[in-house]
């Protein structure tokens, strides 16, 4: 048996508790610890606005909103034909949407355990 890389300790214990076999050399405080920075990283990038000048073309859709916020954000682009916004209007900010990929393998895992 094999430490954990960051703290030492034996307790790791692999596909259990709701672990995966991914990190097999990190303890079961550790794996979790990580996946908590990781979901933390997530929520800030989904939640922290940016303002209009840091968006460009390749970013693509996102969601819009007016500060203060007082109406649902619009999702799309600066450059839809029904875009609500001046586009020398400070107020507005955007925030990106949920990643597609992250959302299905969520779902799949999901599924996965409800038919077991």
């Known amino acids: ?9 034996y307790a790791i214990n692999l596909n259990k508790s709701g672990r995966d076999d991914s990190e097999p050399d990190v ?3 550790c794996y979790w ?7 933390q990283a997530d929520f800030d990038r989904l939640h922290t606005p940016r ?3 840091d968006w460009h073309e390749d970013i693509g859709n996102v969601l819009w909103w007016s500060f203060p916020i007082s ?3 619009f999702s799309g682009t600066p450059h839809d034909d029904d875009y ?24 799949e895992t999901a599924e996965k355990a409800r038919k077991t």
């Open 51 to 53: 303002p209009f000048d």
């Open 1 to 9: 048996m094999i430490p954990c890389k960051h703290c030492r300790s």
């Open 71 to 73: 109406e649902p954000p």
């Open 84 to 107: 609500p916004f001046d586009f020398d209007d400070h107020s507005v900010g955007w925030v990106p949407l949920p990643d597609c990929d992250k959302i299905q393998e969520q779902w």
């Open 27 to 29: 303890c079961d405080v």
């Open 33 to 39: 610890r990580l996946k908590a920075v990781g979901l």
